[in-house]
């Protein structure tokens, strides 16, 4: 008898079973480096897909305040596409251009294509920004963004 089969679609359920565990805790770690950092003291962009957990860790550590809270820019969920005038009018409608400075936490991947963090890299510097990365993990990133004089 062949068990070929049988462990490749084991391995292939535990992968999507084991997905969301890998994305949650890039998260947790990606929002404890922004932290370290003092991020939260500067206005960060937080992608859709990694709010609710970003929220959790930061609302349950010694650094939440409401102010902090404030520079928490949330996405919403039409920041999930891949279309990038799509992605540029999420941005503009929560007024993130008028920032000099942002992080940028959230995923690095999409279902369609796996270069979703390049579309936002790509806007934000033709919007005149320099985009440095400060922390890449499987599934999610931290970026930092500088206006350019």
């Known amino acids: 008898m062949c068990f ?61 305040s409401p102010e902090a809270q404030e520079n928490a820019i949330l996405m919403d969920i039409k920041m999930r596409t891949i279309d990038w005038n799509t992605m540029l009018e999420c941005l503009k409608e929560k007024n993130v251009f008028s920032h000099s400075e942002l992080y940028f936490i959230g995923s690095n991947w999409s279902p369609e294509r796996h270069d979703y963090s390049e579309i936002i890299i790509e806007i934000f510097k033709q919007k005149g920004y320099h985009v440095e990365t400060i922390k890449e993990f499987q599934e999610c990133i931290i970026l930092r963004m500088t206006k350019s004089s």
């Open 4 to 64: 070929a089969p049988i462990v490749i679609a084991a391995i292939f359920y535990a992968q999507m079973w084991l997905s969301p565990c890998v994305i949650k805790n890039d998260v947790r770690e990606a929002t404890n480096t922004w932290m370290e950092m003092g991020g939260y003291r500067t206005p960060t962009v937080v992608h859709q897909w990694s709010a609710s957990t970003f929220l959790y860790y930061f609302s349950h550590s010694p650094v939440f």
